[in-house]
């Protein structure tokens, strides 16, 4: 086993912070330089998107429709499109650490002489960028079937931020199971099974209230249903002849998704750092 390079102690907490944040970001360019080498992964996690926009807008568009909706069913469809393609991107932080696991790239990491936590950090920052690539490739192909963002500037930044932060918070939680796991294909198969259903049993692509009773409560307090409405109100993607939605997640979507990000980050930021001591001590 390889023994962990001595880091001198910092004699500040801010000198310690300032350690730790130098060593997330060299971590993190390390990542970003290894999307670069390795296209197919960049070009997959693009394709992907795209093909939901394209299937979602021309092949069930035609059958369901959203009244007073300006642009009709494609505004409505582009949030969900968004929403479930930041948690599906947030899985790239499990399958990356149980590839690192496995191949013993955490244990050259462990060598040298940085903080322990840099490693986390540093993929879950990396794979923002993934997601801001992603979003940005969607956006264009949202304007190409006819999405428009109705909002005002400051609301459409609102929107793209609470997109990359849920997706952040995602990250740490399949951070978590990557670790658990540290099997890339194992990790691939586990996630689907949650985040299929997560995304897809919400208001991504049809309004809840047209869910059955169960799926429909279901919906209304799923975190991703509190995200696509929240990104759909403040794009404008929204219509006035639409039920007024009866439960707190939904009314005030906004704060329900930063809630979200903040209960997901303090319960699993610490759960990710005690499985990675395991990890690495096994």
Do not use: C, H
Not at 83 to 110: C, H, N, Y
Not at 192 to 210: D, G, H, M, Q, R
């Amino acid at each position: 086993m390889t023994a962990t390079a001595p880091v001198p102690a910092p004699s500040t907490l801010g000198a310690r912070l300032s350690i730790v944040a130098g060593d997330s970001l060299t971590i993190a360019k390390r990542n970003v330089i290894k999307i670069r080498r390795v296209p197919e992964v960049l070009a997959f996690s693009t394709l992907s998107p795209i093909m939901f926009v394209l299937m979602f807008a021309y092949v069930f568009g035609a059958a369901i429709e959203v009244p007073g909706m300006t642009g009709g069913y494609r505004e409505f469809l582009i949030a969900g499109i968004f929403a479930q393609t930041v948690v599906f991107g947030a899985t790239f932080t499990g399958t990356s650490l149980a590839e690192d696991m496995q191949k013993g790239i955490i244990d050259r990491f462990r060598s040298l002489p940085m903080a322990p936590s840099a490693v986390l950090f540093g993929r879950t920052i990396s794979d923002v960028v993934l997601n801001v690539v992603s979003l940005t490739v969607m956006s264009l192909a949202g304007f190409v079937v006819g999405w428009r963002i109705r909002g005002s500037f400051l609301d459409a930044v609102l929107a793209y931020f609470l997109l990359l932060a849920f997706a952040y918070a995602v990250s740490w939680i399949m951070a978590v199971v990557g670790l658990l796991v540290r099997a890339p294909e194992v990790f691939n198969n586990a996630s689907f099974i949650v985040i299929f259903p997560l995304t897809f049993i919400a208001n991504t692509f049809v309004p809840s209230e047209k869910l059955p009773t169960v799926l429909r409560v279901i919906a209304e307090w799923n975190p991703v249903s509190s995200l696509a409405q929240a990104t759909r109100e403040l794009f404008g993607n929204t219509t006035p002849l639409a039920p007024v939605p009866e439960t707190w997640s939904l009314q005030n979507p906004v704060a329900t998704t930063l809630l979200w990000v903040v209960v997901i980050l303090v319960i699993f930021v610490p759960l990710a750092m005690r499985q990675y001591d395991k990890a690495i001590s096994r």
